[in-house]
């Protein structure tokens, strides 16, 4: 198995180096050529009804990983990521035949646990054999840097950086980084999620950085959804979810998206064999993709605030392997190292494909609400607000589409509500719970690193054909990043 360069596909390598390389050369990203996804027949999967969430994930990861690993050895790090003391995942009945994926039941409480854990592992795993450290970038809109800094804390030949917007993320959701200590170096930005994402692309891509800051050119690498190593587990929640919902029978999936992880990983499951129907791509606000859809123009506009925080995302990383997946052609333009185009398309995807495949539906900001408050007097269940992307959407769908009502169908939940408590209350009235590890991290002293400098303002027109100011990664934030984490003596 051999996975290739979105942006040079005669580069091919092993899982290994696409998961120690992070970010490919020429800016690219690892990925998977629809013609080599392996195939899981239907009676594997009928199977995984029976099977925990450890076992699932090795019946679905071990044709992409059998020849890096033996099975045995798989199967201990999935156990060891999977543990059931620490992380499980629960399927629960709504109504009609809608069902929702609870993917919120890790360290963090988030879905970000499941690919974290597992990307963890498998890099513990590499590095130890080849006698090497690495610093982990990442950025993060709230979830993925609590996550994987909870799945990277301690481990031996590891460090980490994670860069998030300040003043965009919850308290919670920052203490979950800020409070570890140890390798977990945590870095609030003076900008949103885009600039941070490109703050972090631009130190993965600048190996003389890391020659100087570590005498290494290879030490840092990349645990976003740009890295194959989170890609890949997120295709196991559609078969777990499927297998407890199903039997033989076509599912809808419906998926709260904002970097397109998620969604990208439902992709490869139905290309694996999984009997998936349509597959619903929730977004709030930000919707360059649904435009896309729409007119097949891909603009990249400022993002939008939102409850749903962690999908505040204009222009997700994970459509660049979503288009090389539909034959088509995306990357980020730039001369030097600076990018002048964010999303520039040489070659289109197949769209109608895409159009068969996709329903795309955008939440309005009172509709989270809105959709919170009706799933809670109509079932009594709590969603947090990217969940109520996904019942939202989920409901859009069967609306507009009746036949469908009788199909198995299953909404990702993807943040306990307790993580995003003032939202819930305001749709409901009524406070979560506050998980028990949230409750621990509120009273430990934090380290936070700031990076103070300004990012660049670009104007550019929004829909209506109004100018808007975007925020955009300065050289002055590039610098001043390296300087510190240099001071930090990694």
């Known amino acids: 198995m051999r996975y290739h360069n979105h942006n040079d596909r005669s580069e091919k390598v092993t899982f ?92 963090t409480y988030s879905f970000k646990d499941y690919a974290a854990r597992f990307y963890g592992q498998m890099l513990d795993h590499f590095l130890g054999k080849r006698n090497l450290r690495r ?13 994987l800094s909870d799945a990277l804390y301690e481990l031996d030949n590891v460090d980490v950086v994670v860069f998030y917007p300040k003043g965009d993320i919850t308290s919670e959701q920052r203490r979950q980084m800020t409070t570890l200590g140890k390798n977990i170096y945590a870095f609030e930005v003076n900008g949103d999620f885009d600039v941070c994402q490109a703050l972090a692309k ?5 190996k003389e950085f890391a020659e100087r800051a570590f005498n290494d050119r290879n030490r840092m690498t990349s645990a976003n959804s740009i890295s194959l190593g989170r890609l890949l587990p997120q295709s196991v929640y559609p078969f777990f979810g499927y297998s407890r919902i199903a039997d033989g029978e076509k599912m809808i999936t419906s998926i709260p998206s904002g970097n397109f992880g998620d969604m990208m990983g439902t992709v490869l499951a139905k290309e694996m064999g999984l009997p998936i129907s349509k597959i619903l791509v929730g977004l709030n606000p930000n919707r360059p993709f649904m435009d896309f859809m729409n007119t097949e123009e891909y603009k990249v506009l400022n993002s939008i605030e939102t409850p749903s925080s962690a999908m505040k995302v204009s222009h997700p990383s994970n459509l660049a392997r979503l288009f090389d997946f539909y034959k088509g052609h995306m990357y980020d333009k730039r001369e030097g190292k600076k990018v002048v185009h964010e999303g520039f398309i040489t070659k289109m995807p197949d769209i109608e494909a895409m159009r068969k495949d996709f329903f795309v539906h955008s939440i309005t900001n009172p509709e989270h609400f809105k959709i919170m408050k009706d799933v809670y007097e109509k079932h009594g269940i709590m969603l947090d607000p990217h ?20 199909k198995p169908s299953l909404a990702y939940e993807t943040a306990d509500p307790g993580k995003f408590s003032a939202h819930v209350k305001k749709a409901i ?18 380290r936070i690193y700031s990076i103070n400098s300004s990012p660049d303002i670009e104007e550019i027109a929004n829909e209506s054909g109004k100018t808007e100011k975007k925020l955009k990664l300065s050289q002055e934030q590039v610098e001043e990043t390296m300087t510190k984490i240099k001071e930090l003596r990694l």
């Open 135 to 147: 610093v982990v970038a990442i950025a993060t809109s709230g979830d993925t840097g609590g996550a």
């Open 387 to 406: 969940g109520s992307v996904s019942w939202g959407t989920l409901e859009a769908y069967l609306a507009e589409n009746k036949r469908d009502r009788g």
């Open 16 to 107: 290994e180096t696409a998961l120690l390389r992070g970010l490919a050369p020429k800016y690219g990203l690892y990925t998977v050529d629809r013609k080599d996804v392996p195939k899981i027949n239907i009676k594997t999967i009928k199977k995984m009804g029976e099977m925990n969430y450890a076992d699932t994930s090795f019946r679905v990861l071990n044709p992409y990983l059998k020849e890096e690993f033996t099975g045995d050895k798989l199967e201990a790090l999935l156990n060891k990521a999977y543990d059931p003391r620490k992380i499980t995942a629960d399927v629960q009945y709504v109504t009609g035949n809608s069902n929702i994926l609870w993917l919120t039941k890790g360290p």
């Open 202 to 206: 631009a130190l993965l891509d600048d």
């Open 429 to 446: 009235g009524i406070t979560p719970p506050v998980p028990e590890g949230i409750k621990r991290q509120s009273d430990l002293e934090e």
